[in-house]
């Protein structure tokens, strides 16, 4: 339940004090917007919406579980440059636990994977489901 207690400022002006405010969207420029929605799918993110107008206009938004927060792409959504978000932070619950598992997938190949992020989705996907870890 959000509160709001209307004020006014010494000009008079009204404001808001005491407000919720949450994140809800985050947009993301991607250059491939099937693969994104794929690899996001594939970390157990529930699809919300897939919405396309014409060719020049496509919305998908994905919410990973238990979050508040979404993420946006698609096509004609923003100028911004594929790949050009930075400082963005998807926060885990046990940090040692994800980097137990960064670590113990390298130790397959003795090297860095570049391919980490595919394997950890279906990684975390098989962990929250109870079911066999991906090798």
């Not at 009204?14 to 917007?33: H, R």
């Not at 930075?86 to 397959?108: C, N, P, T």
């Amino acid at each position: 339940m959000s509160t709001t207690e209307n004020r006014s400022d010494a000009n008079g002006t009204a404001s808001a004090g005491n407000v919720d405010m949450k994140l809800e969207v985050v947009v993301i420029p991607v250059s491939d917007v099937d693969r994104a929605k794929e690899f996001y799918g594939s970390l157990g993110w529930r699809l919300d919406a897939d919405r396309a107008v014409g060719d020049s206009f496509r919305i998908v938004q994905l919410t990973p579980p238990g979050s508040d927060c979404s993420i946006q792409f698609g096509a004609g959504i923003t100028s911004a440059a594929p790949g050009s978000a930075q400082d963005r932070y998807l926060i885990v619950s046990d940090i040692e636990a994800a980097r137990a598992a960064h670590g113990e997938h390298e130790k397959r190949p003795g090297q860095a994977d570049a391919d980490w992020p595919d394997w950890y989705a279906r990684y975390m996907v098989a962990e929250q489901a109870g079911t066999e870890l991906p090798a």
